[in-house]
C-alpha cells in the first residue's frame, strides 16, 4: 500500500482528518537474484544481436541451398577422401 494522502490532497474537507486504515510496506529491496536476472537479459540481448551478425553474412536467407550452392555426391566425396590420404577404416 502507498502512503496515505492528506485529507486536502484527496479533495475531501479539512474538517475530515480520518486517514484510512493500513499497512506500511516496504519496498523490497534488490538482492543478488535481481542482479543475476539482469546479466540473463544481457546475456540475452548479445546474443541476439550476434546472431544477426552472423545471419547478416549469409544474407539472412535460412535455406541449406542458399549456404551450399552444389550438392556434394558421392563419388565426388569419395574421390576427395582418396586424395586426402585419410584412410576410411580403423584397425584395432
Not at 34 to 58: D, K, P
Not at 68 to 85: D, R, V, W
Amino acid at each position: 500500500m502507498s502512503r496515505a494522502r492528506s485529507a486536502s490532497a484527496r479533495g475531501s474537507s479539512p474538517s475530515r482528518t480520518s486517514v484510512r486504515p493500513g499497512v506500511f510496506v516496504q519496498t523490497p529491496r534488490s538482492d543478488v537474484y535481481v542482479a543475476m536476472l539482469g546479466v540473463a537479459l544481457g546475456a540475452m540481448v548479445l546474443g541476439c544481436l550476434l546472431l544477426i551478425l552472423i545471419l547478416n553474412r549469409y544474407g539472412f536467407q535460412t535455406k541449406a541451398a542458399a549456404i551450399f550452392p552444389a550438392p556434394a555426391t558421392a563419388t565426388a566425396l569419395a574421390a576427395h577422401f582418396e586424395k586426402s590420404g585419410i584412410p576410411d577404416t580403423v584397425h584395432l
